[in-house]
């Protein structure tokens, strides 16, 4: 079983940068393919990014493109996501998924989650 927890979220103006932290534990980090996603209040959960489990692939939505780097650090057992020149479109709840699979954009596609951490972004 693996365990997954966020970090790293907070209030930030429009511009600014923040970088979330997502800790695997229970099984090497490696074994996973690691995802974000979010979740704005009244809307559905969405896909961010996703990297494989040594790193060299990794896949944006398409509003994070330019703006959003997802990275891992298995020695550390953590997935990061940098987000530079945040929106206040960007605030959401950000959620850090587990599976064996890349390629999974939906959700209900991920049987791992963490809890998750409050991005808020003022303009």
């Known amino acids: 079983q693996v365990q997954l927890e966020e970090s790293g979220g907070g209030l930030v103006k429009a511009g600014d940068s923040l970088r979330l932290s997502c800790v695997v534990s229970g099984r090497p980090s490696w074994y996973y393919v690691i995802a974000w996603f979010r979740q704005a209040p009244g809307k559905e959960r969405e896909f961010v990014a996703e990297v494989n489990g040594n790193g060299d692939k990794v896949y944006y939505a398409d509003f994070v493109k330019g703006r959003f780097t997802i990275a891992r650090d298995n020695a550390r057992n953590t997935v990061y996501l940098q987000m530079n020149s945040l929106k206040s479109e960007d605030t959401a709840v950000y959620f850090c998924?587990?599976?064996?699979?890349?390629?999974?954009?939906?959700?209900?596609?991920?049987?791992?989650w963490g809890q998750g951490t409050q991005v808020t972004v003022s303009s």
């Open positions: 998924a587990a599976d064996r699979v890349l390629g999974l954009y939906r959700a209900n596609e991920y049987d791992y």
